[in-house]
């Protein structure tokens, strides 16, 4: 009796094993795919070194972060990126950037307008984290009782081209492993790590703590996101928010987000979620002034573009 019962403990033990395994885990933690062992990945275009044992492991470590302690916020991410990823990445196919750099969206924010970071940054892409002056559109987005750029998926995400665009541009960060960083830390920091190590790689540069572990963290995210039936993430996800955008209005006064709603048939949480940089505290859709002359987008379902502009034009909130 007690051997056939220890024999059915290693069955179990041996099946388990053998089911995790097929799951991309193996004993005490999730490896990398057997593809991505044999043909390497690559993120933002550069090719990832993992033939580098310490570079592999690097990844590894990340790996099983985001699988074992952030399991939950990572499915999350996964129906986030399939509900507003589009919107993003058209806005980053727009301007040159790598359709990557979504993933950095969903560590930086969890994809939530309203997400503040711990060191002090906004919005989808945590703008404001960073103080730094010399880069263009740096602290010049724009911020109102009622509204705030870095909340809108769209203005936010051109705004963090502009600044990869600068930082590109520069000696010190003309590669896409060390703009990210310079766009977590700044380029103090990061100038001082490249000219003391001029010629290296980001991985071969001892470098500040949140860029050690982000850049090998975007990579196993964007690994995880491509394999996602072998690591058994591989789950039914909901569709991408579609809308009808009337561009910037020049409102007349001040527009309730609650009447929008009323016109569309809708409640006014679904109108925010369209137009998140709008403040939840107020849900109004502010008329232009003399810091935005231009007026601000309105989003509204897909289907009821022109009859909320028709009774804009009507309601006197825009001219005929």
């Not at 986030?80 to 058209?90: A, D, F, H, K, V």
């Not at 000219?195 to 964007?222: C, H, M, N, Q």
Request: proline share 7%; hydrophobic share 40%; net charge neutral.
């Amino acid at each position: 009796m007690v051997v056939l019962v220890g024999m059915t403990a290693v069955m179990s033990v041996m099946d388990r094993t053998e089911v995790l395994a097929t799951a991309g885990y193996s004993r005490s933690h999730y490896v990398l795919p057997p593809e991505v062992k044999k043909d390497g990945v690559s993120f933002a275009g550069v090719s990832i070194p993992l033939q580098r044992k310490e570079v592999a492991e690097r990844v590894v470590e990340q790996l099983n972060y985001l699988l074992m302690d952030r399991r939950a916020g990572l499915m999350e991410w996964f129906d986030r990126m399939e509900m507003y990823g589009p919107t993003i990445r058209q806005v980053l196919d727009e301007e040159k950037i790598p359709a990557d750099l979504l993933y950095m969206v969903a560590l930086l924010s969890d994809l939530l307008p309203n997400a503040k970071s711990k060191t002090g940054g906004i919005g989808w892409w945590a703008l404001g984290s960073v103080k730094e002056k010399a880069a263009p559109q740096a602290g010049q987005w724009l911020v109102t009782n009622d509204w705030d750029d870095r909340r809108d998926p769209v203005l936010s995400t051109r705004i963090a081209c502009t600044m990869f665009q600068w930082l590109l541009s520069r000696k010190e960060t003309d590669s896409w492993l060390l703009a990210i960083c310079a766009f977590l830390d700044g380029t103090e920091p990061l100038d001082a790590a490249v000219k003391k190590a001029s010629g290296f790689s980001y991985w071969d540069l001892v470098l500040p703590p949140r860029s050690e572990t982000f850049v090998p963290r975007l990579i196993a995210l964007k690994i995880i996101d491509s394999n996602r039936e072998f690591y058994a993430v591989n789950v039914p996800s909901p569709p991408a928010v579609s809308f009808d955008l009337l561009e910037r209005l020049k409102l007349l006064k001040d527009l309730p987000l609650y009447v929008v709603a009323q016109w569309c048939g809708t409640t006014p949480r679904d109108i925010w979620e369209l137009n998140p940089g709008v403040s939840p505290s107020t849900g109004v859709l502010p008329q232009p002034d003399r810091r935005n002359q231009v007026g601000f987008p309105l989003r509204v379902p897909k289907g009821m573009g022109e009859k909320v502009r028709k009774l804009l034009v009507k309601d006197g909130y825009i001219s005929g």
